[in-house]
Structure formats: structure tokens, C-alpha cells
């Protein structure tokens, strides 16, 4: 069964600083792999989606991810936070054998001090 | 497009009633899905549909839920009788068919449930 970890429930940086959010994942087979935003009191959006092709990949807002298959790991970073990227964040993966499937991280909230 | 639309956003009953919440998935999605999202367990697929039609609700906690989508523009899911433990924001999302757009799922705003 595929699962995804987030590494810190909580993760907070100062305004202007590199955003760094942590996912490793576990697949049998190549997965597809997505980090949603949480905004408060507000359902998930899509951020990026890694499918297979550039294993570099750039989402909305200035977000981007590279998928390591070596390493297991679709980590989101950001060059330079702002107070509107204060929000929680999932990685998801589907199932290989499913791809309608998909295994939600914990989650990690995002505090941007200003 | 509106998006996912979920009704109500809100809902606060008392243990033991009947609560129904509704989903109005994006017009032209063959999937629809129903999650649960809570503190402990994070969010969690209760149960999902393929043109209409449940394909997998492994993830229904127990018999006192129930999801249907009698159409391709509604679906409800059901808790009868509600209790405590059910309290929880329940998210739907919809998406097209995996060929078309691999499978990224559309979010509705979600409904927050309380059972006192």
C-alpha cells in the first residue's frame, strides 16, 4: 500500500526566506505525486503535480517540487515565503495500481513571521 | 465554473439524528469522492464513484454510513445515527477521467460537522 510522510507538522520562517516542506513517500510502482494548499476554513488546492515527465516541477504561487526516485521524496520548496503562503500543505500520492486512489500526508502548517 | 459546490458548510446536530450532506461535483467530472478530514487521522477516502456508480467505499468507517449519487450532478452522504465521534469536516472532490488530466481532484469548500 502506498503511503506518504510528512516530515514537521509545524514549520515556520520569516518572510522572504527559502520555504522548505518535506514529503517522502512509498510506492510500488511510479506514482503520481501532488502537494495540495489549506487555506483556513477552505478545501484543498492544487499546488503541482509531478506525472511522470520533468522530475522538476513548477506549481502556482512560485512553489516548486523535484521528484528524487532515488531518495523516495517530493519535497515543495519556495525561494522566498510571504505572509499569504501561511497555510497547510499535503502531499499526496496515488496508488499505482489505482490511480483514483490517493493517500493524503498529515500535513504541515506553515507559519510566516513577518 | 462554480467548482465543487458542498452543502451545508456548517452543520451542528445532536447524537443519535440523521445528518445528510450534499455535493454538486464540477459539471462534466466522471469521479466524485468523499473524504473526512480530522485532527487524528488527517483525511482519510471514505468512498468514491465512477459515473455514478460506488467503486470503492473501503474506506466507510461502519454501516451507519451511506453514500449515494443518484445522478451525475449530486451526490449525499449519509450518517444515520450520528455520533460524537463523527464529528469532522467532510470534503467531496471531483475529477476527470485519469486519461485527461491524471487524476488532479478538485476540492469542495467542505461541510464542518459537529454531534454534540
Known amino acids: 500500500a502506498q503511503s506518504v510522510t510528512q516530515l514537521g507538522s509545524h514549520v515556520s520562517v520569516s518572510e522572504g526566506a527559502l520555504v522548505l516542506l518535506r514529503c517522502n513517500y512509498s510506492?510500488?510502482?511510479?506514482?503520481?505525486l501532488f502537494w495540495y494548499v489549506q487555506y483556513p476554513n477552505q478545501g484543498l488546492q492544487l499546488l503541482l503535480k509531478y506525472t511522470s515527465a520533468a522530475t522538476l516541477v513548477k506549481g502556482i504561487n512560485g512553489f516548486e517540487a523535484e521528484f528524487k526516485k532515488s531518495e523516495t521524496s517530493f519535497h515543495l520548496t519556495k525561494p522566498s515565503a510571504h505572509m499569504s503562503d501561511a497555510a497547510e500543505y499535503f502531499c499526496?500520492?496515488?496508488?499505482?495500481?489505482?490511480?483514483?486512489?490517493?493517500?493524503f500526508g498529515s500535513g504541515t502548517k506553515l507559519n510566516v513571521k513577518p | 465554473d462554480a467548482g465543487v459546490i458542498q452543502s451545508p458548510r456548517h452543520e451542528v446536530t445532536e447524537m443519535g439524528q440523521e445528518v445528510t450532506l450534499r455535493c454538486k461535483p464540477i459539471s462534466g467530472h466522471d469521479y466524485l469522492f468523499w473524504y473526512r478530514q480530522t485532527m487524528m487521522r488527517g483525511l482519510e477516502l471514505l468512498i468514491y464513484?465512477?459515473?455514478?456508480?460506488?467503486?470503492?467505499d473501503s474506506g466507510m468507517p461502519e454501516d451507519r454510513f451511506s453514500a449515494k449519487m443518484p445522478n451525475a450532478s449530486f451526490s449525499n452522504l449519509k450518517i444515520q445515527p450520528s455520533e460524537p465521534r463523527d464529528s469532522a469536516v467532510y470534503f467531496c472532490a471531483s475529477s476527470l477521467a485519469p486519461q485527461f488530466s491524471y487524476n488532479e481532484q478538485f476540492f469542495g469548500p467542505g461541510t464542518r460537522l459537529t454531534v454534540l
Open positions: 499526496a500520492v496515488s496508488d499505482g495500481n489505482n490511480f483514483n486512489k490517493f493517500y
Open positions: 510506492s510500488s510502482v511510479p506514482p503520481y
Open positions: 464513484f465512477n459515473n455514478n456508480v460506488p467503486i470503492d
